[in-house]
Structures are given as C-alpha cells and as structure tokens.
C-alpha cells in the first residue's frame, strides 16, 4: 500500500470547516484513499474513500486532487464531537490482500476550539 | 445489531500467563483483522483472516497466534505474555469485494505485569 504523511496536529475554531490535508505521492491507479477518524480511545470510525472524484457523504467531503498524489477530508461545520485523531490511508478495495499492511499510520490529531 | 464486539475489555496479565482476545461479529463479513495500538504508534496490523478456516500475518505478528474456526469468531491468542503486549488491542471486520470498509470494535486494554 502507498505511504501516507499527515500534519500531527491541527485546530480548528468550532462551526468553521476543518481541512484536513494528506500526501500521497505514490499512491498507485487502483488504490482509493480512506479516512477514518479515532474518537478518544474508541475503535476507529470509517467516514469516507474515493477513487479520483470528489467524494461528500452527511460526515464530509473529500477532495482529491487531478493526479491524485493528495487529497483534503472537508469537514463543513466543525463541532466539539469533531476533536479526534484522523487517519488517512490508500489502499486497494476488494480482495486485493496480497502482501499489504492495512497499517493506520499516525493521523492528524484535530482539536476543535470552542 | 452489535457490530463487533470485542471481549474482555480490560485485562491485567503477569507475565507468561496466557489469555485469549475474543472478537465476535454479526455482519456476515468475509474478513477479520486483529491490530494493537501503542501510544505514538498508530495501529498496527497484528494477524488478519480472509475467511473461516484461515489466517495470514500481518505487520507485529510475533508473540501472537490466531484461529477463525467460525466465520463470526476472530481470536486473538497470547501464549506467553509479555511486558511489550501491554497494549489496546482493535478487532475489525469488513466484507468481501466492494469498498471494504472496516467496522472497528471498542477495544481491548491488556496491562502485562
């Protein structure tokens, strides 16, 4: 699987839209980029993936950029339920296990400020 | 309908005791995966399953075994305990083909003494 690199950390004023940004330059033509997001110490929450077109569910939006080497989760109107540890991963779907890690890396660490 | 649950939640063990991580979910998916979470480390894929009856490593294999002897069962084994398995252990699941989202369960805090 392609490496991802994060910011460590980010604020954001809460009920402005967080941009969270995620490098990906050797992402490869069959690999969709997922986020997921880690509340406190809870089990990761999925959010969103995306192949090559801007993706928007009820949690976010996900832009990616034209040669897909990075992409933004958009998060619209932050909330204090926001702050969490974000995790940006690229990955193939499917059965495409042959030797990957599915390894969640460090992620962004999003503090909303009240 | 639960998801995935994770059993016990917490757990102290002396080392070189034993213990068995149980993961059980309700989803019907093809695929099980077993990570631990150390501070600063992100998760780490520690043995994953692509189906009942089998099992394959992942990243932090050593010092663990596995079994999927049930397509809803995924158990995480620790044969000999260690200080360095002082961890939060996540089981997930996902379904076979399609986007292969991964369902987390809430975690597992193992301390070894």
């Known amino acids: 699987d392609a490496k991802t690199t994060q910011p460590p950390s980010m604020d954001c004023a809460e009920g402005r839209a967080a941009n969270l940004p995620c490098n990906h330059s050797?992402?490869?033509?069959?690999?969709?980029v997922y986020w997921y997001r880690q509340i406190h110490s809870q089990g990761p929450q999925y959010i969103i993936h995306?192949?090559?077109n801007n993706e928007t569910n009820e949690m976010a939006s996900l832009i990616i950029t034209e040669d897909r080497k990075s992409s933004t989760l958009i998060l619209p109107h932050a909330t204090l339920r926001d702050t969490a540890v974000y995790y940006c991963?690229?990955?193939?779907?499917?059965?495409?296990?042959?030797?990957?890690?599915?390894?969640f890396g460090t992620g962004t660490r999003l503090t909303i400020i009240p | 309908n639960a998801g995935v649950t994770q059993t016990p939640k917490f757990r102290v063990l002396k080392t070189g005791q034993s213990m068995t991580l149980l993961c059980a979910q309700d989803?019907?998916?093809?695929?099980m995966y077993w990570y631990r979470q150390d501070p600063g480390m992100g998760l780490r894929l520690i043995h994953y399953?692509?189906?009942?009856?089998?099992?394959a490593k992942g990243e932090v294999p050593d010092g663990y075994n596995v079994s999927r002897l049930k397509k809803q069962n995924f158990l995480l084994g620790l044969e000999s305990a260690a200080p360095s398995q002082t961890s939060v252990y996540f089981c997930?699941?996902?379904?076979?083909?399609?986007?292969?989202?991964?369902?987390f369960g809430a975690g597992s805090r193992l301390t070894v003494l």
């Open positions: 050797t992402i490869s033509g069959n690999e969709y």
């Open positions: 997930a699941s996902s379904p076979r083909g399609g986007a292969n989202v991964l369902t």
């Open positions: 995306g192949l090559k």
């Open positions: 399953s692509v189906g009942e009856g089998t099992t």
């Open positions: 991963i690229v990955r193939a779907p499917g059965d495409n296990f042959g030797n990957e890690k599915l390894t």
């Open positions: 989803m019907n998916h093809e695929y």
